[in-house]
Nanobody, 118 residues
């Protein structure tokens, strides 16, 4: 069973930075895509950033483009989300995901809360 575990969430003031991490474990973990999603209570999870584990190509939601960076360390089965110049609207529960599609939804972590205050 594939397990994803996020860390790095917390509270930060607008304009600050946070770095989220997601470690994957389990037998033969080989998902093609890893991604970060954000969810507010009562709403659907929306993709923030995704990365191909094969070639490192990335894609960002327009709302975070230029501020967030997704990266990976395949040797550690870890994906990161560097969040810079954060805004109050970046607040939410951030979930790590993995799978074989561009915005993967096969496997999920438990989530890590990010709260940005103005």
């Amino acid at each position: 069973q594939v397990l994803l575990e996020e860390s790095g969430g917390g509270s930060v003031q607008a304009g600050g930075s946070l770095r989220l991490s997601c470690v994957a474990s389990g037998p033969s973990f080989s998902s093609v895509y890893r991604a970060w999603f954000r969810q507010l209570s009562g709403t659907e999870r929306l993709g923030v950033a995704t990365i191909s584990t094969r070639n490192g190509i990335t894609y960002y939601d327009d709302r975070v483009k230029g501020r967030f960076t997704i990266s990976q360390d395949n040797a550690k089965n870890t994906v990161y989300l560097q969040m810079n110049s954060v805004k109050p609207e970046d607040t939410g529960m951030y979930y790590c995901a993995a799978g074989d599609y561009y915005w993967p939804r096969d496997y999920w972590g438990q989530g890590t809360q990010v709260t940005v205050s103005s």
